[in-house]
């Protein structure tokens, strides 16, 4: 074992117990990374040989903790592909209250997203939380107990260990970046705990503060303006980025990190497969900067993501990054460095409303074509809804490049999707305006944005069938553009805004709770009965599903590539099978090599191309195949099953064709 020297000298202090030997390979492996970045981060703390030691006994202690059952899983991930490009991966996301009551509940209603095609399920935050407004459970009273309404630790366990025998993959949230402010480290601190007041960015005025605040921006300016609270029990300002009751963790102590640490160890060793880092881009603060994407942040990242080498190396990260592409991406695993090996693609899905709404492609196609492409063994999850809000972060330039001037853009949007612009079919509501700048995001499920929930309240049957389109469309695109579809719960029925929240008075501030609907049992058994929306949307995304497990092109980290349009209301993407010599995963990507996945080429003869077509109006649109640097003549249209036999086939309303190109090699 070569490492660091420092590293030698606390492992000889480490006693060592019989079946310690696949963590101390691990270790050597990984204790020169974890050395540089700790001491990057905290060489210069008076307790930086202590902390060290005792960062290395937690991961010693979380090792001998892990069961034997996930030691052999990792075991068996380290030999095997990783599983999360495993082909036709998908993922839901859902409330564990609004789904299905609590965990037992849940376990129940494994089969129905079995039925659907689901093998990664994301639970939204289940741990201990505060009574009443706890932020969708973002709010964390304590990082490792189950909320006491929803189950316990115990049944946890056994849910992961159901789906695991099931082929299934369990994700869950660690957030990172605060806690509840009844926590008990906040509790501790309030008490006059001088050691856990430290967790804390805490002044006693506002020179601080006022610093911070020049530059931060305001997360939500509507309800929880500013970045700091005054915190009578301390008598001084508490950072609170995201609200008053959520107090920022200071990273910047290395008694928080190790703390972090241990939640996370905790956390994998429930079984958890895939761990959800909350609010990464704000883990490092700096007075001057806007708190966002710092160095030190993605140094943290990678720092956890080395400790979970050597502890846990089936697990993986996802990287809840809501910021501009160019900034995501620095959050992926790269040639140079580990950090997640997933991030959400937050942008594909504004973009995908944005053609919706002006029934245009063009900023869609510029933007996904002008996109970092990611490091083989990576991959976007990419989706069409999910808890929060849609942001409308697209870049000023391309906006301006495709014809429209960004404010009035923006402010179209939001007109649309609120149902304000005259003729839009879209029920959503504006979320944060701020009146000031005329800033705000979009609240509202899927259904109701395509304009399903306007065209049954008017009985109009073209619109109903429009409308059906629109979520077939979007969904169809987020199964075969890039990466990992993922659902949210409620969308493969056809759910609409759940207006209940507005009843509810912990709710009654946060109008995201419309498009958090409560699961309509009664409507997900109509998914049965032929003829019905249900069945008809459920049906498609099923197929959707089950037939990109068969796709090589549709592989998460398959290379794509974005075609000039032939018309305005058309998308046109071409997906080419990745090499499984390509992929690398973080433990062999330094033998390996870890090149763009643009970069990838198929074999000639093999593995065929896919041309995914997309038409955003609401009239059928031939597809200019005669502009296409390629022959359709001979090739397959896979949602179909029928070979094509019009050389330029037609898009319907709202169409899409998945083309199984006869010749791979001739693009």
């Known amino acids: 074992m070569k490492t660091h020297p420092r590293i030698e000298r606390e492992l000889e202090l480490l006693d060592t117990e019989e079946g310690d030997a696949a963590f101390f390979a691990r270790l050597g492996l990984a204790g020169e990374a974890i050395f540089e970045l700790f001491s990057s981060l905290y060489g210069d703390h008076p307790d930086f040989q202590d902390q060290l030691a005792r960062l290395l006994a937690t991961l010693r202690d979380a090792y001998r903790a892990r069961p034997e059952r996930l030691k052999a899983l990792d075991r068996e991930r380290e030999r095997s592909e990783p599983w999360y490009l495993k082909p036709g991966l998908a993922a839901y996301m859902l ?16 089969p129905y997203l079995e039925e659907l095609g689901v093998k990664l399920v994301h639970l939204m935050p289940f741990w201990r939380c505060p009574a009443g407004n706890s932020d969708g459970g973002y709010a964390i009273s304590d990082y490792l107990l189950v909320d006491p309404r929803l189950g316990a630790e115990a049944e946890l366990v056994e849910t992961a260990d159901k ?56 997360v939500f300016p509507e309800t929880a303006p500013g970045n700091f609270t005054w915190v009578p029990e301390l008598e001084s300002w508490v950072m609170t980025v995201f609200h008053p009751f959520q107090w920022d963790l200071n990273w910047s102590n290395p008694e928080l990190f190790l703390e972090m640490l241990g939640v996370l160890a905790g956390m994998a060793n429930m079984g958890i497969d895939l761990i959800r ?71 594909l899905m504004a973009l995908l409303w944005e053609a919706l709404a ?33 942001g409308l972060g697209y870049d000023d330039r391309r906006i301006e490049r495709v014809g429209y001037e960004p404010r009035l853009h923006r402010r179209f949007l939001l007109d649309y999707y609120s149902g304000r612009f005259p003729g839009s079919p879209a029920s959503g509501r504006l979320f944060m305006e701020n009146p000031n700048t005329g800033d705000a995001r979009i609240s509202g499920s899927c259904a109701s944005l395509a304009g399903l929930e306007t065209a049954l309240a008017s009985g109009d049957e073209a619109a109903v069938e429009l409308a ?106 071409l997906r080419r099978p990745t090499r499984a010599e390509g992929r690398a995963t973080a433990q062999g990507r330094a033998n390996a090599g870890a090149g763009n996945s643009a970069d990838a080429e198929p074999t000639e003869g093999e593995r065929p191309w896919v041309l995914v077509a997309a038409n955003f109006a609401p009239e059928p649109r031939r597809l200019g195949a005669a502009a296409l640097p390629f022959a359709l003549s001979g090739s397959r249209e896979l949602l179909s099953d029928r070979p094509l036999v019009d050389g330029d086939p037609a898009l319907e309303a709202y169409g899409l064709l998945w083309i199984e190109l006869s010749a791979p090699g001739s693009p």
Request: proline share 5%.
């Open 95 to 110: 409330y564990l209250d609004r789904f299905a009551g609590d965990l037992r509940g849940f376990e129940r209603k494994i």
């Open 163 to 218: 789906l695991h025998r099931r082929g299934m993959y369990l994700a869950a949230d660690l957030v990172l970046n605060h806690s509840a402010d009844d926590h008990p480290w906040a509790l501790a601190a309030k008490a006059g705990d001088r050691r856990h007041r430290e967790y804390y960015y805490v002044f006693p005025d506002r020179t601080m503060p006022d610093r911070f605040e020049a530059a931060m921006p305001e």
């Open 277 to 347: 880092l909350d609010a990464v881009p704000y883990l490092w603060k700096r007075p001057g900067t806007s708190c966002q994407n710092l160095d030190e942040a993605h140094t943290i990242v990678r720092l956890l993501k080395a400790c979970a080498l050597v502890v846990a190396p089936g697990v993986a990260f996802l990287a809840e990054a809501i910021v501009q592409p160019s900034e995501i991406v620095r959050y992926l695993d790269t040639a140079e460095a580990d950090e997640c090996q997933l991030a959400y693609h937050a942008s």
């Open 358 to 390: 002006t029934r245009k492609a063009s900023l869609l196609s510029l933007s996904l074509g002008e996109e970092t492409r990611l490091a083989s063994g990576t991959a976007w999850l990419s989706y069409v809804r999910c808890h929060d809000d849609i």
């Open 468 to 573: 059906l389109r629109r979520i077939e469309l979007l969904y169809g695109l987020a199964c075969s553009i890039v990466g990992i579809p993922m659902l949210f719960a409620g969308d493969e029925i056809g759910l609409r805004n759940d207006y209940s929240w507005e009843s509810v008075s912990e709710l009654a501030e946060d109008n995201r709770w419309m498009h958090r609907p409560i699961m309509d049992w009664k409507a997900a058994g109509r998914r049965k009965k032929p003829g019905s929306l249900e069945a008809r949307l459920f049906g498609r995304i099923a197929r959707y599903l089950a037939l990109r497990t068969a796709i090589p092109a549709f592989a998460q980290d398959a290379p794509f590539e974005i075609l000039p349009s032939p018309g305005e209301n058309l998308f046109l993407c």
